[in-house]
């Protein structure tokens, strides 16, 4: 098809993902044609600066041909076969890498086809794990607000942004709420009795809610905490020290499982293989996908210690759980590429050697009367647009139909440079480039932000 042909077709036929499909009356469908680097192109040829990694999926850039040559040899070797009583090469070689790669004895792996399943399996397994451990009345959860976890009925349920929930409702039962870790708004959540200026204070009132919430449901009712090593939704909230070690100590206290919601935030994006790592803490569970692959295939996987196979080892019962295309032949041999390709490349080292320099260039921004908050780790960041730095007032929902929506998003994409606006919460700027990125696409993003958000702030 030419892109005429294409962008009929799209209009005519194509349903995508979290879309006002009505917006494309007047204007044309972006229609990406290939990828190279840390960049993509249209069907007319313009070059966009991947400042998303796609959805927080390209870790190694666009146009990798050791990872397309990956998928193709294992297609042509085993294109698929499913993990149901069976096993293949590919699924048990990744398994056994994801393990050595994971902390603690997180060592048993559940292959999804992504992330949402991912997290819906870990609540499945917490569940049946507290029945078969003689707790059938565990199978409570705790999220945080603002959190996204998927868009599965379970995780769904799990997660903390009501305008999500509201078409689908009712959803799945037993699933509460506690403060997250915004610092910038934490005298918001705290009634005014606690601000920024104390990290390490703020992060230990926050981490006692959840001890608060599972007192209040019951203990002998809670069967797990999630959380997103730094959470995405609301612009990228990093934990306050000690957060980490007083949630696990409070998960210990209460006989409750810690699933470390890392879709986003494993395999490189804060610099560490998984979040966890990072901030030295042993979940129960880590959920993973997205850049597993770097986008080259799908593919996501559930990591569980040893201690939750052990009662499905020694009572004979089977995990009635499962899908398809669960530890896929072609998308787990390409996870081994990109894996292996980490390590060849040092990508891990690349992303902690440059994130002060990534940091240190968006903070520039701050110069701006728009900009209230640079936040982040590693290459995942959020910046948080205001109308009042003093005040710290946010934008009204008007200002952000007609500035964030209906501006913003457009005139980044037309400057070159693709990235997500966003008021889940309060209104944001999320930047998650591919972990090959240095100094000069830092520059490139920053001046792009510069020039928009300063056409944007007249704007309001």
């Known amino acids: 098809m030419d892109s005429a042909e294409l962008q009929h077709a799209a209009q005519q036929h194509l349903w995508m993902h979290f879309t006002a499909h009505s917006r494309f009356a007047s204007e044309d469908v972006p229609i990406i044609v290939r990828g190279e680097g840390a960049y993509i192109f249209d069907d007319k040829g313009r070059r966009y600066l991947d400042g998303l990694a796609g959805l927080f ?192 100590e409070i998960c210990d206290t209460y006989d409750v499982l810690l ?68 530890g896929h032949p072609v998308g787990a041999a390409v996870a081994l590429a990109n894996l292996e390709a980490f390590d060849r490349e040092d990508v891990l080292g690349h992303v902690r050697e440059n994130e002060g320099a990534f940091r240190a260039t968006l903070e520039r921004l701050t110069d701006l009367p728009i900009v209230g908050d640079v936040r982040g780790a590693g290459y995942f960041y959020g910046i948080e647009l205001v109308v009042d730095k003093a005040t710290r007032q946010t934008l009204s929902d008007e200002q952000c139909e007609r500035v964030l929506y209906g501006y913003l998003s457009k005139a980044l994409w037309d400057a070159g440079l693709y990235c997500r606006a966003d008021d889940r919460g309060d209104p944001v700027i999320q930047l998650s480039p591919p972990l090959i990125v240095g100094q000069a696409e830092f520059d490139e993003m920053e001046r792009i932000l510069r020039e928009v958000l300063t056409e944007a702030w007249a704007r309001l």
């Open 57 to 248: 999926v390209n870790q190694l850039g666009h146009g990798r041909t050791d990872l397309a040559d990956a998928a193709a040899a294992q297609a042509r070797e085993l294109a698929f076969h499913p993990i149901w009583s069976y096993a293949h090469p590919r699924a048990i070689e990744l398994a056994e890498r994801l393990a050595s790669l994971a902390p603690g004895s997180l060592n048993r792996v559940f292959f999804t086809s992504g992330g949402g399943e991912a997290v819906e399996s870990a609540w499945k397994l917490a569940k049946n794990y507290f029945k078969l451990q003689g707790k059938p009345t565990k199978h409570k959860v705790i999220s945080r607000a603002v959190a996204y976890h998927g868009t599965p009925h379970g995780a769904l349920s799990i997660t903390g942004l009501p305008a999500l929930k509201q078409p689908f409702e009712p959803l799945v039962p037993s699933a509460f709420r506690v403060p997250n870790t915004n610092l910038y708004r934490a005298s918001d959540v705290t009634a005014g009795l606690l601000d920024g200026s104390d990290p390490e204070r703020f992060g230990r009132w926050a981490a006692d809610q959840i001890a608060l919430a599972i007192e209040h449901e019951g203990p002998e009712t809670v069967a797990a905490v999630f959380l997103e090593p730094v959470q995405n939704a609301g612009g990228c909230f990093p934990p306050p020290p000690g957060y980490w070690q007083r949630v696990r």
């Open 259 to 326: 699933v470390s919601d890392e879709v986003i935030c494993a395999y490189g994006r804060l610099g560490e293989m998984f979040g966890a790592l990072r901030y030295d803490y042993v979940p129960d569970i880590i959920t993973s996908a997205k850049g597993m692959t770097s986008g080259y295939a799908p593919m996501g996987a559930m990591i569980a210690k040893d201690e939750l196979m052990e009662p499905f080892l020694r009572m004979g019962s089977a995990f009635l759980h499962g899908y398809t295309w669960g």
